[in-house]
């Protein structure tokens, strides 16, 4: 993995983080980074897992979008545990 898929991927996280705090609550950098990383790896297995395809031709909004999902999951996992 270069840089460049670094960066790629961390701004991903920070997006994904940041729509869903935005949809289930929640604040500040590091954390919409944590959910929104452990959120894409979530949501890509799951995406997977169940064969579900979004239709989505743009490769990065369809991350964005996975992680997003992934990272609501997530957040509301960590709540029920909680």
């Known amino acids: 993995m270069d840089t460049r898929n670094?960066?790629?991927m961390l701004f991903i996280?920070?997006?994904a983080g940041?729509?869903?705090s935005?949809?289930?609550?929640?604040?500040?950098?590091?954390?919409?980074l944590v959910t929104g990383l452990i959120g894409s790896f979530a949501g890509g297995f799951l995406?997977?897992?169940?064969g579900i395809s979004l239709?989505?031709?743009n490769?990065?909004?369809r991350e964005i979008v996975v992680a997003t999902i992934g990272a609501v999951l997530v957040v509301l996992a960590a709540r029920l545990i909680a």
């Open 6 to 8: 670094l960066v790629i």
């Open 13 to 15: 996280g920070i997006i």
């Open 18 to 20: 940041w729509l869903a």
């Open 22 to 32: 935005f949809i289930v609550g929640g604040g500040g950098l590091i954390r919409y």
């Open 47 to 50: 995406f997977n897992y169940f």
């Open 55 to 57: 239709g989505i031709n």
């Open 59 to 61: 490769e990065i909004v």
